[in-house]
């Protein structure tokens, strides 16, 4: 029997961010290739629409069509225009969502986008969710049984070596200050206001809080330094920018505990909980999305959105016990190892795939 063959449809770098990023690992793990005869379809840019609809018409026939799905509602119209042509073919249909806001935007659609997404997702062969929590945000569209959770993943370049991590670990005990990091975009529902406000409450040169990402309007960044500058935070805050690679990689080893209180309403498992995981961080987050399925008491904080001070008790509580935080960058980085690896998500998705190909 030949290789089973996967066209894979989706927005593939660049940018990179964590759907772009999980879509190269797949088209170039040696392990799928192998396995499948993979094809794929940039849908990116949009004003190619037409030239993709025929494409999956006419130039690629394959066993199985692994389709990740937009959260916006103009989006939800191009993917089900697509959705429609796959099912049309008559062959296997896996979507996989990396997102936990589908179940927000079908309550937002009218009645006949409604309709559309119940008739057409319903008749797919396997809906794909980022974490257990998550598989309840498609209720409304398909049968329970044929939901899967495919759990998101660290890229081994971001994960430190076992000697880097061993230093790392010896000298949290005796470190007179404690690094926090905020590593996202600045957005304000993912909390970075939350997190700056906990250092103002803070001011005991016990900290340095360290913020990196990409901010989308001047007015955000101008209050944020704004901010800074009038609660004298110059010696305990740096902006880092928009880091990537190495730089990315400095950051993670050198911060301790990495703080993301989200509410972002998008927001699905964040990888970049995971990537301070590999690197030995405590996690002070939310019980928002996906993210309960990867935090709890044995690797960190779960506080109240909007909560500044949830924030500053939790790193308060951490200075005064630093055997916590010991203890939470072995479970994590445990916890990665044998999980959230880019060979443990290439598997379940392998899985997923068979699955699909033998029903």
Known sequence: ??????????QFPPPVHGLSAA???IVESNYMNDKYLLQYIDIQNNRRFFNHIRNIQKKYEADLYYFTISQSLFGNIRDMIILRTLLNKKKK???????GYYKTLYGKMNILQKKINKSLISKIDTMVALSEGLKKLFVDVISPEKVKVCENYVENSSISHETEFNQKINSLISKPKLNVLYLSNFI???GYMDVLKAAS???DNSFVFHFAGAFF???DKKEFFNFVNKNDLQNIVEYHGVVKGDKKKHLLMLADIFTLPTY???EGQPI??????SNGLTIITTHHAGIPDIVNENNGFIVDPMSPSAISNCLDQLVKNREKLVDFAKNNRKVVLENYQEEHYIKRLDKIFDEALEG
């Open 1 to 10: 029997m030949g290789k089973g063959r996967v066209l894979i449809i989706g």
């Open 23 to 25: 879509l190269q690992t």
């Open 93 to 99: 249909v896996i979507i996989h969502y990396h997102g």
């Open 188 to 190: 304000k529902t993912k």
């Open 201 to 203: 409450n803070l001011k």
């Open 217 to 219: 309007n001047e007015e």
């Open 264 to 266: 972002y309403p998008n």
């Open 272 to 277: 970049s909980i995971i990537e301070a995981m």
